[in-house]
């Protein structure tokens, strides 16, 4: 059974830092690309980042993978009240792509993690 599970996810004031993780099994982890999205309360779910072998989206914030740990993680440095949101990740048994921030062309979801950041 695949699973994609996010944690990591908090209240923190504006300036500060999180780091969420997304730990997967029950796929080959180093075949799938994984990607980070977010969703504000009354907005579309918007792609941040995406990682497949050693490539990554580089963004605002930064993305990386532990192939020992089946895990990617996204550091968010510098948050502000707009990042509020719902965190997800996503599995998607192909690279990351040009398309990475459709949501259609992944596989699997984790539940997701909230993230609140206080002005």
């Known amino acids: 059974e695949v699973q994609l599970v996010e944690s990591g996810g908090g209240l923190v004031q504006a300036g500060g830092s999180l780091r969420l993780s997304c730990a997967a099994s029950g796929f080959t982890f180093d075949d799938y690309a994984i990607g980070w999205f977010r969703q504000a309360p009354g907005k579309e779910r918007e792609g941040v980042s995406c990682?497949?072998?050693?490539?990554a989206v580089k963004g605002r914030f930064t993305i990386s993978k532990d192939n020992a740990k089946n895990t990617v993680y996204l550091q968010m440095n510098s948050l502000k009240p707009e990042d509020t949101a719902v965190y997800f990740c996503?599995?998607?048994?192909?690279?990351?792509?040009?398309?990475?921030?459709?949501?259609?062309?992944?596989?699997?979801w984790g539940q997701g993690t909230q993230v609140t950041v206080s002005s």
């Open positions: 996503a599995a998607r048994g192909d690279r990351c792509g040009s398309r990475w921030f459709r949501r259609v062309i992944y596989d699997y």
């Open positions: 990682i497949s072998g050693s490539d």
